[in-house]
């Protein structure tokens, strides 16, 4: 993790788990509310395609398509393991992936790009701009003010970006 310290993995694996603990759902309510399962059986590169699109919108394609020229094996790992196999399990929302993803990324610290594809893609799935902000302010207690501040700014360059878009 380019010489991240360990210390910053931690806070990112704590803060992700303090964050999901009140909002997941167990196995028995998923089932009992007779959800369908997110992505059917079949090839994980298309899967992968399928629910990239769901959520970033086109946003993350364009990352694929840039790291494409460089490391197309990469860019095909992207499509098939996030997005074709843990983004399309059971037992978390979208909305409760994308805040782990934004916290996670957060934490990181030098991860802005990735991190304004991923606040796209919370808002994508319904997600306030109340509630990431809120993620971000979260940071600060497990990742420390520097994260947060970059967090918060990538969050504030994807709301005006949208806001732009808007008004377009």
């Known amino acids: 993790m380019r010489n991240a310290p360990s210390s910053y993995l931690q806070a990112a694996a704590l803060c992700v788990g303090c964050l999901l603990w009140?909002?997941?759902?167990?196995?028995?309510?998923?089932?009992?509310?007779?959800?369908?399962?997110?992505?059917?059986?079949?090839?994980?590169?298309?899967?992968?395609?399928?629910?990239?699109?769901?959520?970033?919108?086109?946003?993350g394609q364009a990352v694929v398509d840039s790291l494409s020229r460089t490391s197309p094996d990469l860019a095909r790992y992207i499509i098939e393991y996030p997005y074709g196999d843990v983004f399309c399990r059971d037992g978390l929302s979208?909305?409760?992936?994308?805040?782990?993803?934004i916290a996670a990324l957060a934490a990181i610290g030098y991860t802005n790009p990735e991190l304004k594809v991923h606040i796209h893609?919370?808002?994508?799935?319904?997600?306030?701009?109340?509630?990431?902000i809120?993620?971000?302010?979260?940071?600060?207690?497990?990742?420390?003010?520097?994260?947060?501040?970059h967090g918060l700014r990538a969050a504030q360059e994807v709301f005006d970006e949208r806001a732009s878009a808007q008004m377009e």
């Not at 979208?94 to 993803?101: G, L, M, P, Y």
């Not at 893609?121 to 990431?132: F, I, Q």
């Not at 809120?134 to 940071?139: D, K, P, R, S």
């Open 121 to 132: 893609g919370a808002l994508n799935v319904g997600l306030t701009e109340e509630e990431v």
């Open 22 to 59: 009140p909002l997941a759902s167990s196995a028995e309510e998923v089932a009992a509310a007779g959800t369908e399962p997110l992505c059917q059986p079949g090839d994980r590169f298309e899967r992968g395609l399928q629910r990239l699109d769901e959520i970033t919108q086109g946003q």
């Open 134 to 149: 809120e993620t971000m302010i979260l940071m600060s207690v497990y990742a420390g003010f520097p994260a947060t501040i």
């Open 94 to 101: 979208d909305q409760q992936r994308q805040i782990a993803t």
